[in-house]
């Protein structure tokens, strides 16, 4: 079963939210990001076998990010997480092949349950 | 899911989020079209409130989403961000950091919001003057320039923690007490001759040097950790005088020490305030004078080997050192002789005279904060030293002078009575030995002449409130030559003992009322040493 997971996000604060959420349902984070150059790095040692990518980063666009990691890693699935009223940019990131999205704010619940549905 | 572990962490986050966001919102209303500005403080607002959203902070989500709501039209080309616009969201910033350190002292008081929820709610851009809407859009070229200014912003990472400063304050004194231990132990050591333990002392001296070195790198943090809210002071200061003012900031990376750091934000916060009130003229006085409408002022910070200078300049007023020498003399604070013997430096140096400004030359703005003589009192206990530069209709600088890290100094030790006092070095410029027939007297005023300079002078025991010497004492005095604020004065001393590294500890009450001292230290024997503050020796 996919167990390993990279947290992508800017914030200190969601990362550590998030880390207490997986943690609790023992997921193990393999690794965490706070720009897209980290997650790129992070990508080529840690190989998770799921990503959770926040949309928005200070350093790049989310969406083109999302491209890179999917061609040089295609193997992980990619969650995408954002706040809410962005469709579009959900149905895009759908598109270009993030396996599910989870919107902000989220509760635990909801976190494990797009993750536990992954595995199926 | 309990969030409450993650309380600290949203505070700290979301104070850093709303200091970054006002910095920016000042830097917009310079350039109003730089589009990756505007889209990082976007940014920040829709980061706040996903944040907060989490931990189920309603009123923080609610106004962070109606900011995002209305930067999202000023994205989108709709509005430009202009004062009306940028007063508001400023406020916004003022008010959620209110919440924040509500949630942080988990009080149970309440900030009402609700005005402030309408006035964001109801903002209607063209109801203000909003003049050339959508004849002007963001302009490309200066989204390009600003982008590449406008680098990666520093993320939180595991390569870094958080320390409470207390905690590194101990760490900074258990290190200078080591080092005094060692001290003594080297006394020892080679009073008793043991030979064999003197490989291990030398061991020993080196450790405790690296701990020190890293020690101190522990405490040092950038300028731009205090220069965050200085565009946003100088603009809303600016606003209140209906003047306008260009400010800039250079060398926010460089390093100080925390200590001096947050012991000098106010002082540079009072100059600052002055700089706007007084040292800038108004527009009208300005066009007269052939001056672009708008003031300059800068606030630079440089390194300078182991000290800092920071500088603020203004191309204001000016000063006139005859006006400043007829205030001071109408005081009382001055004679009209001296006043005749003063530099143009000197008479700068009289604005931080305790009682020099008073109501009636202060504002509402610059009255209620420290007067020129705690900003001076302010940099003379951190070892430093502020001077004062002008030209009348040019402007003026004030620099300060500060060691880069605090505590541990290189200090003259002299003898004067039964005691040992310690001279920074960075004030003393040299040692001489005065004849004493050479020292004259002239109203009242003890003098030389050094190298064709008249210089005065100032024995060390008259200044502490000792008894002069017998006058047994041979025909030469030693004397230390120090720059006190820009003028030479020679301080003459009974004995110059030697030059030491010395641990400086500030005096708490009641012995910081000492007149003329600014600290102590105990040497490696166990005696206390005092370190002289010179500015006040030399007020006499």
């Known amino acids: 079963m996919s167990r390993t997971v990279m947290i992508v996000d800017d914030s200190l604060f969601m990362r550590k939210i998030l880390r207490g959420i997986l943690a609790e349902k023992g997921f193990i984070v393999s690794a965490e990001a706070a720009s897209g150059i980290e997650a790129m790095r992070n990508l080529h040692t840690s190989h998770p076998d799921i990503i959770l990518l926040d949309i928005i980063l200070p350093d790049s666009n989310g969406l083109d990010l999302l491209e890179s990691m999917i061609s040089a890693c295609p193997n992980s699935k990619i969650v995408v997480c954002s706040a809410i009223g962005q469709p579009l940019v959900i149905r895009k990131a759908l598109d270009l092949g993030a396996k599910a999205f989870i919107q902000k704010p989220f509760t635990p619940e909801k976190v494990t349950e797009v993750l536990e549905g992954l595995e199926e | 899911m309990d969030m409450s572990p993650y309380r600290d962490l949203f505070v700290s986050e979301a104070r850093s989020h709303l200091s970054l966001f006002s910095e920016l919102i000042v830097r917009l209303e310079d350039i109003p079209g730089d589009t990756a500005a505007i889209d990082e403080l976007f940014r920040h607002a829709h980061s706040l409130k996903g944040m907060a959203a989490t931990m189920g902070y309603e009123q923080v989500v609610e106004i962070a989403h109606l900011m995002e709501d209305q930067l999202s039209r000023v994205r989108s080309g709709e509005?430009?961000?202009?004062?009306?616009?940028?007063?508001?969201?400023?406020?916004?910033?003022?008010?959620?950091?209110?919440?924040?350190?509500?949630?942080?002292?988990?009080?149970?008081?309440?900030?009402?919001?609700?005005?402030?929820?309408?006035?964001?709610?109801?903002?209607?851009?063209?109801?203000?003057?909003?003049?050339?809407?959508?004849?002007?859009?963001?302009?490309?070229?200066?989204?390009?320039?600003?982008?590449?200014?406008?680098?990666?912003?520093?993320?939180?990472?595991?390569?870094?923690?958080?320390?409470?400063?207390?905690?590194?304050?101990?760490?900074?004194?258990?290190?200078?007490?080591?080092?005094?231990?060692?001290?003594?132990?080297?006394?020892?050591?080679?009073?008793?001759?043991?030979a064999e333990c003197r490989e291990p002392l030398h061991q020993l001296t080196a450790l405790l040097r690296a701990l020190r070195d890293e020690v101190f790198k522990a405490r040092m943090l950038p300028f731009a950790f205090i220069a965050e809210r200085f565009p946003r002071l100088v603009r809303d200061l600016a606003r209140r005088q209906g003047k306008e003012v260009h400010f800039q900031i250079e060398g926010k990376e460089i390093e100080l020490d925390r200590g001096i750091l947050e012991e000098i934000a106010e002082p540079i916060v009072h100059i600052l305030r002055n700089a706007v009130d007084h040292g800038l003229e108004t527009a009208d006085e300005r066009v007269m004078a052939g001056k672009p409408f708008g003031g300059t002022i800068t606030l630079t910070v440089r390194r300078d080997k182991d000290h800092v200078e920071i500088i603020i300049a203004d191309d204001g007023r000016g000063m006139d050192p005859g006006i400043l020498k007829s205030k001071a003399i109408e005081k009382r604070l001055i004679t009209p002789e001296q006043a005749v013997h003063m530099t143009p430096q000197e008479a700068y140096q009289l604005i931080c005279v305790p009682g020099f400004s008073t109501a009636a030359t202060i504002t509402d703005i610059s009255g209620r904060g420290v007067g020129m003589d705690a900003v001076h009192e302010a940099v003379h206990a951190l070892a430093g030293v502020l001077s004062i530069q002008s030209q009348c209709g040019q402007g003026s600088r004030f620099i300060m002078r500060l060691p880069i890290k605090v505590s541990i100094i290189h200090a003259l030790i002299v003898q004067s009575g039964p005691f040992e006092i310690a001279f920074p070095l960075n004030v003393v410029t040299r040692t001489v030995e005065l004849k004493r027939s050479d020292i004259r007297e002239e109203s009242g005023q003890s003098f030389v002449i050094l190298e064709k300079t008249r210089m005065p002078v100032r024995s060390l025991r008259l200044a502490l409130n000792l008894p002069a010497t017998s006058g047994t004492e041979g025909i030469m005095l030693p004397a230390l030559v120090c720059d006190v604020g820009g003028t030479l004065v020679a301080f003459s001393v009974d004995r110059?003992?030697?030059?030491?590294?010395?641990?400086?500890?500030?005096?708490?009450?009641?012995?910081?009322?000492?007149?003329?001292?600014?600290?102590?230290?105990?040497?490696?024997?166990?005696?206390?040493?005092?370190?002289?503050?010179?500015?006040?020796?030399?007020?006499?």
């Open chain 2, 496 to 540: 110059i003992s030697g030059q030491q590294e010395i641990f400086v500890r500030p005096l708490r009450t009641p012995l910081s009322h000492l007149y003329g001292i600014s600290g102590a230290t105990i040497t490696g024997d166990g005696r206390v040493l005092f370190v002289a503050d010179i500015n006040a020796l030399n007020r006499g």
């Open chain 2, 79 to 194: 509005f430009r961000l202009l004062p009306p616009f940028a007063d508001l969201l400023l406020a916004g910033g003022d008010t959620l950091s209110r919440l924040v350190d509500l949630i942080e002292s988990t009080s149970d008081a309440v900030e009402d919001t609700a005005g402030l929820i309408e006035r964001l709610a109801a903002f209607d851009p063209f109801a203000e003057a909003q003049p050339q809407v959508h004849a002007d859009p963001p302009q490309e070229s200066v989204e390009t320039s600003a982008s590449a200014s406008h680098q990666f912003r520093q993320t939180d990472s595991f390569k870094s923690i958080r320390i409470k400063t207390e905690t590194l304050d101990h760490l900074v004194n258990i290190t200078g007490e080591l080092i005094t231990i060692q001290h003594r132990l080297a006394g020892s050591i080679r009073a008793a001759d043991a």
